[in-house]
């Protein structure tokens, strides 16, 4: 496909709207699509928008397709539908009545708490005094059941609830979407409105002190703030504090060597201040631009804590103090921050483990109740799951809009751009092979994790997390099966596809069996089929004839024992994606 129709395709996927994308996975929601929900910035230019397709195809059309197809289906359906609605023709999901409730796990019953209170609104004309009475006792529900305190859920209600009455509802736009509107400028305020980025030292190097209570992540934060600011072009060192537990040390040690960055480290006699004087000492001889100093946590706040951290700061006098606060602890988080920030003056918050089981409470309270931005978040325990904290991002996240943004820098990162752009124009065109499914299932292992990657994706945050690890052993298979072909299979997969006995080498080569190796086989096809098609719906041919017979060639002949779970789990793999091929038909020829 020529680089201008990528381009223009691109441009469509540009605009898709989440909750139209949505309207396929929730069907008995009440709020209609009409509302536009953050405007996506320009920034979000067409080589990303193709890369998010093409990492979601990667994944689902691959490896994970079998776990839920409707889901799976999701993104790719908003970009038909949104296609269809550039030709003038209707959708799938363009229906009045889709929801915005994709939400990130983290922030599920919160996001589903306050599609109640859309609720409520949905047979009004207009917002009243009476009316919004009900959505406003929702709102406070869900705000409390996620952990925020009283006092923050009750001016969040009280702001929301005067703006709702008083503004002009546009024409066209239904109350219950003008509420959702004026909910999620809230929810950005609450959070602070706009990214707090760190502040650098303007002579000599910028010392970042990292502070927080006993295994909040502080040591694992100073590990992933390094990589971050090496991505920034910055030389880092890591300053070793904590002498009262010596593994802290190594542990340090060894995430600098993860992410290869120095640490500085006088053994666990020397006192802290100490330590970070000399660490400061060593970062100007080497010249680096930047000082992570990691101190001891505790297992609560004590007057030795606060004293300690108090010298340090004398000592090396940071130009950010950042308390790393653990998200699973609600809206405690939020008051350690305010605490520490009384006793030490701080800068920030780094809030952890978002990717935990945590409701919420502490991304929503931290600003309101400190006064201190979040500056990052930590999802996950792999040196890259840091992410700089956009409240407006945020927001869109609680209600369910996916963070399309975040997942499309992610992915820049993980993959250059220009090869992005490459992959994804051979994906709109008949040539992706082997090679390019193994760069993605590659770059996808580089977000962190598979649930990092699907947390970011709009509908897919829903998976279980049974799911979630199934999908990450069908990528591992799927890398095993790919490193097992010749590089002329790799850049032929018809030559698998009519070879049972090349498919056999190959089962034998990676110690998987020949049925999963079908299955991998089948999935790049299954790939190739859906890209296909969009194509032709872009340049308005119409759909080509079907791929039935490609499932028969590559499965042909083989049967696993009868009767076994084994055979009907097996099955339903080869049936959802035919069932894929089926409804979105196309022809890819010389199967046999
Ligand atoms: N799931 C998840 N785990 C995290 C995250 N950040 C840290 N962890 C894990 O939390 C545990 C504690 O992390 P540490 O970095 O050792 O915490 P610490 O605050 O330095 O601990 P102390 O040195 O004992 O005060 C480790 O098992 C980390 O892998 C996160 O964002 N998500």
């Known amino acids: ?116 209170a859309w609720k409520k609104l949905a047979n009004e004309d207009k917002i009243t005094s009476d009316n919004i009475k009900e959505p406003m006792k929702e709102v406070r529900r869900a705000l409390l059941e996620a952990d925020v305190s009283l006092p923050v859920a009750r001016r969040f209600v009280t702001n929301v609830q005067s703006k709702a009455i008083g503004q002009e509802v546009a024409k066209g736009v239904k109350p219950q979407q003008q509420l959702i509107k004026v909910v999620a400028d809230e929810l950005k305020a609450l959070m602070g409105l706009e990214l707090a980025p760190l502040v650098y030292s303007r002579i000599g190097p910028t010392v970042i002190l990292l502070a927080g209570l006993q295994g909040v992540g502080k040591t694992t934060a100073a590990g992933k703030l390094a990589l971050y600011l090496k991505k920034q072009d910055k030389k880092v060192l890591m300053v070793a504090t904590d002498v009262y537990r010596p593994a802290a040390i190594d542990q340090l040690v060894t995430l600098g060597k993860q992410v290869d960055v120095p640490v500085f480290e006088m053994g666990t006699t020397a006192k802290p201040p100490e330590i970070a004087r000399k660490g400061l000492a060593e970062a100007k001889r080497i010249k680096a631009d930047v000082v992570l100093v990691d101190t001891a946590g505790r297992l609560q706040i004590n007057k030795d804590m606060m004293n300690e951290l108090k010298e340090i700061k004398k000592a090396v006098k940071p130009t950010e103090i950042l308390l790393v606060v653990d998200a699973m602890t609600g809206q405690e988080a939020a008051g350690l921050v305010a605490s520490f920030n009384q006793e030490v003056g701080i800068t920030g918050a780094i809030l952890t483990k978002l990717d935990g089981d945590s409701r919420g409470g502490a991304a929503l309270s931290v600003k309101e109740v400190s006064g201190k931005p979040i500056k990052f978040t930590g999802e996950g325990e792999a040196m890259t799951a840091l992410e700089p904290f956009y409240p407006e991002r945020m ?151 079907g791929m039935g017979d490609l499932q028969a060639a590559i499965s042909g002949g083989r049967k696993a024992a009868p009767g076994t779970a084994k055979r009907k789990k097996k099955r339903s793999l080869l049936d959802s994606a035919s069932e894929i091929s089926r409804r979105e038909p196309v022809a890819i020829a010389g199967r046999r």
């Open 395 to 545: 927001a869109q996240r609680i209600l369910g809009m996916g963070d399309v943004l975040t997942l499309v820098e992610r992915a820049e990162e993980a993959m250059m751009t220009e090869e992005s752009a490459r992959i994804a124009e051979r994906m709109m065109s008949a040539k992706f092979d082997f090679t390019d499914m193994l760069k993605q299932t590659e770059m996808i292992a580089r977000f962190g994790s598979m649930s990092a990657f699907l947390k970011l994706m709009p509908g897919m945050n829903k998976l279980s997390n049974t799911e979630i690890r199934e999908a990450e052993k069908n990528a591992k298979t799927m890398r095993a099966v790919i490193h097992s072909m010749t590089v002329d299979e790799r850049a032929k997969p018809d030559l698998l596809a009519s070879s049972p006995s090349r498919r056999r080498r190959i089962a034998k080569g990676c110690g998987k069996t020949e049925r999963q190796v079908s299955e991998v086989i089948q999935q790049l096809f299954t790939m190739r089929a859906r890209m296909q098609n969009l194509s032709a719906i872009m340049s308005g041919k119409t759909a080509m004839p």
């Open 1 to 116: 496909m020529a680089a201008s129709k990528v381009a223009s395709f691109s441009q469509n996927l540009c605009s898709i709207r989440p909750d139209v994308a949505h309207a396929r996975l929730s069907k008995d929601r009440s709020c209609g699509a009409t509302w536009s929900p953050p405007v996506i910035p320009r920034t979000f230019q067409p080589p990303k928008a193709a890369l998010g397709l093409a990492l979601e195809s990667s994944l689902f059309g691959g490896s994970s397709l079998h776990l839920c197809s409707a889901k799976s289906t999701a993104f790719l359906g908003a970009s038909l539908t949104r296609l269809q609605q550039c030709q003038g023709r209707p959708g799938p999901g363009s229906r009045r009545g889709g929801a915005l409730s994709t939400q990130a796990a983290v922030f599920d019953q919160l996001s589903i708490s306050l599609e109640n």
